[in-house]
T-cell receptor
Framework: IAGITQAPTSQILAAGRRMTLRCTQDMRHNAMYWYRQDLGLGLRLIHYSNTAGTTGKGEVPDGYSVSRANTDDFPLTLASAVPSQTSVYFC?????????????FGPGTRLTVL | DAKTTQPTSMDCAEGRAANLPCNHSTISGNEYVYWYRQIHSQGPQYIIHGLKNNETNEMASLIITEDRKSSTLILPHATLRDTAVYYCIVRVVGSGNTGKLIFGQGTTLQVKP
């Protein structure tokens, strides 16, 4: 089934550990995004990528890094997790970043940092 | 991107039309109005978008006022599965934009039997 997959579904992580959240799409979309969702704050953009090989910072990029080596994959890395990064993380993609195309969202990763 | 204002919550009877309002009084000429919804524990789902004309698809209708300062999402026959948080978002479309969506608090729609 075409769409976006995220892994893991959920994770409990000790503070200070490194963690990579995986995101893969099979729709050959150029643009991909990472959002975090916290209670009472809605979804906020962490990083984005307009096309393979390029990335950009969103609203809340500190403590996170991304890479876009190919069209399909857009991993999000927490180099040294902190409790404030406890959140639900959603990956999304769209055919392009500049047109009116809709964004397709993955099922999310629930991350708890202790 | 323009700020939007939505009611915090609304109720609707199953089978009736759900009308969700959104105020975007500072919208500019190149900003589109988008609606997404998020069913509990799932990722957001696109519903519909428009620039200035009313739009309809298999999920909903979007009515945009002539001055574009407000809009209404209409679910014509709400079902229990339409219970969700509905987000009204305005974004610039065009070259050089990131495509990012700015989510506000949305409207929690509760469809009741």
């Amino acid at each position: 089934i075409a769409g976006i997959t995220q892994a893991p579904t959920s994770q409990i992580l000790a503070a200070g550990r490194r963690m990579t959240l995986r995101c893969t799409q099979d729709m050959r979309h150029n643009a991909m995004y990472w959002y975090r969702q916290d209670l009472g704050l809605g979804l906020r953009l962490i990083h984005y990528s307009n096309t393979a090989g390029t990335t950009g910072k969103g609203e809340v990029p500190d403590g996170y890094s991304v890479s876009r080596a190919n069209t399909d994959d857009f991993p999000l890395t927490l180099a040294s997790a902190v409790p404030s990064q406890t959140s639900v993380y959603f990956c999304a993609s769209s055919p392009t970043s500049y047109s009116y195309n809709e964004q397709f969202f993955g099922p999310g990763t629930r991350l708890t940092v202790l | 991107d323009a700020k939007t204002t939505q009611p915090t919550s609304m109720d609707c009877a199953e089978g009736r039309a759900a009308n969700l309002p959104c105020n975007h009084s500072t919208i500019s000429g190149n900003e589109y109005v988008y609606w997404y919804r998020q069913i509990h524990s799932q990722g957001p789902q696109y519903i519909i978008h428009g620039l200035k004309n009313n739009e309809t698809n298999e999920m909903a209708s979007l009515i945009i006022t002539e001055d574009r300062k407000s809009s209404t999402l209409i679910l014509p026959h709400a079902t229990l599965r339409d219970t969700a948080v509905y987000y009204c978002i305005v974004r610039v479309v065009g070259s050089g934009n990131t495509g990012k969506l700015i989510f506000g608090q949305g409207t929690t729609l509760q469809v009741k039997p």
